[in-house]
């Protein structure tokens, strides 16, 4: 080829490199004895030639590559919009826009022909030089945090928070919840810049009662409990035998009398028995203890009825003449009149037997207990007759005695007594 262009007087000198399809003739080689330096075409197959400064100058047509002074082939793309998005015009041919392009460990996301780098997760550094494996708490250095926290990595995530003892923003800064009680609650106190109960644990005794006075604790003993309210509260009583006399109950701890306030009825009288008060009416009074006592009438010896069935009441009096209640069976009727009365046999002598006389409201022999000793009875009609037996003389309503020799015949014959209910 050398040879041949000399022997034209054409000298080929390649200014950059091949691929860019240029070619450039030297000036010195030959005298033009033409008037176009193109013209014939000294390129090769689709190539384009254009003369500067007198010389011809070979390239590839656009779209194609190679040698200008042979051969130039079609190329796959000429811009990177001819290339899928994941792919680049590199030389005229789509090339993966990621290869070469991001640093070790780094990922590659291909958009819009062009490679982004990133570290994957967990991961830190250049992602166009290289990615390294990340310690968790790097996330808080520096911190993202303000002042007065702390930074942690949880769940790969920084999460600020104030220190203790501080509140705020962790994001803007933390400041001290209290620098004096009166930036507390009006039952709060400031202790190591936090805001505390003034009545937290351990300021009173743990059954004193605590309240708190321009942010500070006052502690006091219940209502019925003694001692130091800083130290212990005792209770007034555990039992009966704590009590003094004037209070004798044990109640909820506390010595009570059972017998104080309105706890029985009027005018009554109130006996305390342990807890229990025991209410009862004076002697000379009556009525309902719990509600009140009046004067006792003597009407009130027979409310309520202490007679038995059938037996009615009536004020009386005893063998020592004080007033007491008298029971007595209702006409008609027989019995204990304490406890029952019944019905009678009889109310009339009609209603017994002709020997019978009603007595009592009970049918009784007429001669029973009517005739002297010895003496003989006979009934007729209800009476009594008595009479002294043959041999025999006397009184037949006292006695009859045996007759002696030549002593009178008269045997004396009366007639006996018969004995009715006086409430026939």
């Known amino acids: ?40 075409n000294p390129c090769g197959s689709n190539t384009q030639c254009r003369v500067a400064d007198g010389r011809p100058v070979c390239s590839c047509l656009p779209g194609h590559w190679g040698n200008p002074l042979t051969y130039c082939q079609r190329g796959e793309c000429e811009v990177n919009q001819d290339c899928p998005n994941s792919k680049a015009c590199r030389n005229y041919n ?26 994957p997760a967990r991961y830190t550094g250049d992602p166009s030089v290289a990615c390294r494996q990340m310690d ?22 920084p999460v600020c928070s104030c220190l203790p003892g501080y509140i705020g923003s962790p994001f803007s800064g933390c400041r001290h919840e209290c620098d004096s009680d009166y930036d507390c609650g009006s039952t709060q106190m400031c202790q190591q810049y936090k805001c505390v109960s003034a009545c937290s644990a351990g300021t009173c005794a743990s059954t004193a009662i605590c309240d708190v006075r321009n942010h500070r604790p006052t502690c006091s003993c219940p209502k019925g409990y003694f001692g130091d309210p800083y130290v212990s509260c ?6 009966h035998s ?29 006996e305390a028995r342990g807890a229990t008060p025991i209410c009862s009416c004076p002697r000379t009074m009556t009525g309902d203890p719990f509600v009140r006592c009046r004067p006792f009438e003597p009407a009130d010896l027979c409310e309520p009825n202490p007679c038995g069935e059938n037996a009615r009441c009536q004020p009386g009096h005893d063998n020592t003449g004080k007033e007491r209640p008298v029971c ?29 006389a009603c ?66």
């Open 1 to 40: 080829m050398t040879t041949c262009l000399r022997m034209l007087g054409l000298m080929a000198v390649t200014i950059g490199p091949i691929a860019e399809g240029m070619i450039v003739y030297n000036p010195m080689s030959y005298t033009n004895r033409y008037n176009d330096p193109c013209s014939p």
């Open 94 to 119: 789509c090339e993966d826009v990621c290869a070469g392009q991001c640093g070790r460990n780094a990922d590659c996301t291909p958009r819009n022909h062009i490679a982004v780098c990133s570290c």
């Open 136 to 157: 968790p708490q790097e996330q808080c250095y520096p911190s993202p945090c303000g002042q007065n926290t702390k930074c942690e990595v949880v769940n790969d995530v």
């Open 234 to 239: 005792r209770a007034e009583c555990l039992a």
């Open 242 to 270: 704590d009590c003094p006399p004037d209070r004798p109950a044990c109640s909820g701890e506390r010595c009570v009398n059972p017998c104080a306030g309105n706890v029985c009825g009027v005018n009554a009288n109130c």
């Open 328 to 356: 007595t069976c209702v006409p008609g009727y027989v019995g204990d009149a304490l406890t029952r009365c019944r019905r009678g046999e009889c109310t009339a002598d009609i209603e017994c037997r002709h020997d019978q």
């Open 359 to 424: 007595v009592d409201y009970q049918c009784k022999n007429v001669c029973a207990g009517q005739c002297g000793v010895d003496a003989e009875c006979n009934a007729r009609n209800r009476v009594a007759t008595c009479s002294c037996p043959p041999g025999y003389t006397g009184d037949a309503l006292s006695r009859c005695y045996p007759k002696t020799n030549g002593g009178g015949s008269s045997a004396g014959r009366y007639t006996g007594r018969v004995y009715y209910n006086s409430k026939k």
